[in-house]
């Protein structure tokens, strides 16, 4: 099956309608996101390309309920439900982000005082039907570095710690801002392929922000942003192998 087919045959799990974001600066009004619309289906891996600027942090974090847009519609669905996000409330956007998502940033945040294990810990406790953050850990690969503390683990090691504590609640949707920008390219490398491994066995709706365009070729669809719009779309054929992308 084609990624085009593939995606066009499992559900919408986002969906954004004609989002915009308007920031005012003063007396200066700055549009970052203008009039887009985007779907994020199930299972689906989106890479999200633009420069520093384009809206694409913006709009991923409107997507994760960190935001609101200033109009436009955002709709989530799940088991056969509709969930308005553009129209819900504060505690409403809250529970989404607690039940539904999982965040990766460039920077890793976690907390240097408790282990690896402990890391994912924190949000195991307190998710509804979470893994167990040793199975977390196994799944990134790090199984046997679950005991040692942040500073004792490289910042490939930490970023990998931080998809394990995004994924570990089991997330309908992973979000990616620029998950690589602190690290080399073999480092980046090994990262991508745990988000592709993450996104191939669990299922998980996965979106990647990048600056980096041969990242795209990981991914089941390509988005290419510039100004706040959506300049490009497209889908690959075929999911490239993440040793196979030249940075």
């Known amino acids: 099956m084609t990624a085009a087919n593939a995606t066009s045959v499992h559900p919408i799990v986002l969906r954004a309608s004609r989002l915009s974001k308007v920031y005012e600066m003063g007396e200066v009004s700055v549009h970052a996101l203008k009039e887009v619309d985007l779907d994020l289906h199930e299972g689906e891996l989106l890479v999200l390309l633009g420069a520093s600027g384009s809206g694409k942090s913006t709009l991923l974090n409107i ?18 439900r509709e969930q308005e996000l553009s129209k819900a409330s504060q505690t409403e956007l809250t529970n989404y982000r607690r039940e539904h998502v999982g965040f990766v940033f460039q920077f890793y945040n976690l907390i240097p005082s408790l282990t690896a294990r402990e890391n994912v810990a924190l949000v195991t406790d307190i998710a509804r039907s979470p893994m167990r953050p040793e199975d977390a850990l196994e799944l990134v690969g790090l199984g046997p570095r679950m005991h040692h ?61 990048t600056h980096n365009a041969a990242i795209g070729e990981i991914g089941d669809t390509v988005v290419r942003m510039s100004s706040g719009e959506i300049v490009e779309r497209h889908s690959n054929a075929r999911r490239a192998n993440v040793e196979d992308v030249q940075w």
């Open 63 to 80: 997507l994760g309920g960190l935001d609101v847009a200033s109009s436009g519609n955002l709709f989530f669905h799940h088991k056969s």
């Open 149 to 209: 503390f942040p500073a004792q683990l490289s910042g490939g090691e930490q970023q990998r710690v931080a998809i394990a504590r995004a994924i570990a609640k089991r997330p309908h949707i992973l979000l990616c801002d620029e998950p690589t920008g602190a690290l080399d390219a073999s480092t980046g490398r090994l990262v991508l392929s745990v988000l592709d491994r993450v996104n191939r066995e669990t299922g998980t709706t996965t979106a990647i922000i």
